[in-house]
């Protein structure tokens, strides 16, 4: 799981993209107030296999806020939490990259999330 800031008014474009050969994945999103203990909005889908691009835009949220991402896959009997790579890290962006941590060989993102911020404009 990764956890981020946000401050109020910002609006986040994001988009799930999940590499050709991958198994099945599940992605989620909760957005919380500040303090709060439960989400205010929640998003998430199953992606792989025919369905590897998905987009959705978070609205302004009208005071700062928390996210909470995960990314999850398929094991036998039910689902088990990826490893989250950090790939890109910037006021503007971040990039998170989820792959099973089981599995041997080269690190490879099975999942990648891309978020992409626009600050609130500030009156002149």
Not at 34 to 51: F, K, M, Q, V
Not at 63 to 69: I, Q, T, Y
């Amino acid at each position: 799981m990764h956890r981020l800031d946000l401050p109020a008014g910002s609006t986040i474009r994001f988009t799930a993209t999940a590499r050709a050969d991958v198994a099945p994945h599940q992605w989620g999103i909760e957005v919380f107030a500040i303090e709060a203990s439960a989400p205010h909005l929640t998003y998430g889908s199953a992606i792989g296999g025919h369905d590897r691009d998905q987009r959705i835009d978070i609205p302004a949220q009208p005071g700062d806020c928390r996210l909470e991402v995960k990314s999850r896959h398929a094991v036998v009997g039910g689902w088990a939490d990826d490893a989250c790579t950090i790939n890109e890290d910037t006021p503007g962006q971040l990039i998170l990259g989820f792959s099973d941590a089981s599995l041997p060989g080269v690190h490879r993102d099975d999942v990648v999330l891309n978020f992409v911020f626009k600050a609130p404009a500030r009156a002149a």
